[in-house]
């Protein structure tokens, strides 16, 4: 039992500062800017190897059946007793982000431990990630998207997968929208 306090204990304490470091970037940086000036707010860091529970996205791709898929993940998780870290998101395939279908995610997932008790569980390697901050509602989130494949342009970095969201502040967190607050990042080189 003391175990099992410790590593929830453990998990708050990793999203009160996954929030906190949220709220400081966007506080410096004056958060979403709209877009217009490709850069501000983008970083690029190294990423450290991450893994997540899947689950696919159904057609037609709309925010509540995100939400089905995010609630099967959560389901899953807690039947089959998964280390998870209670922090969601979703994946958006390039090809849509290009097109200007933002919100059209492929795939829910939980931040999860490297584990054998679920298939779904996949890797997310080490790598260089380009990276950004929106703060607001999920309609809202294209202006990030531009600001950050406009920066990607800018300075020649090569975009080389999907779109993972990090929810860090979401609906099950917050009722108001102008809280909401996502990390979004694509693998560069």
Known sequence: KIGELRLIRSRVAQRCTQMEQAKKYLDETGGDDGGSMPGP?????????????????????TLRETSVATKQCFAEAFEKQLPVFFES?????????R???????SHAFLLTEKT???????????GRIAGTFHRGDYASIGSSYRRILDYCDANSLEIIS???EFCINDYITSHDEDEYITRILFYIR
Do not use: H, N, W
Not at 41 to 61: A, C, D, F, S
């Open 162 to 164: 999907d779109s993972y």
């Open 99 to 105: 097109e200007g279908r933002f919100t059209e995610a």
């Open 116 to 126: 054998e008790q679920a298939e779904e569980i996949r890797c997310l390697p080490a």
């Open 89 to 97: 998101g979703v994946t958006v395939p390039l090809s849509k982000i």
């Open 41 to 61: 707010g983008v970083t690029v860091e190294e990423m450290e190897e991450q893994y997540i529970l899947v689950r696919e996205i159904e057609e037609p791709y």
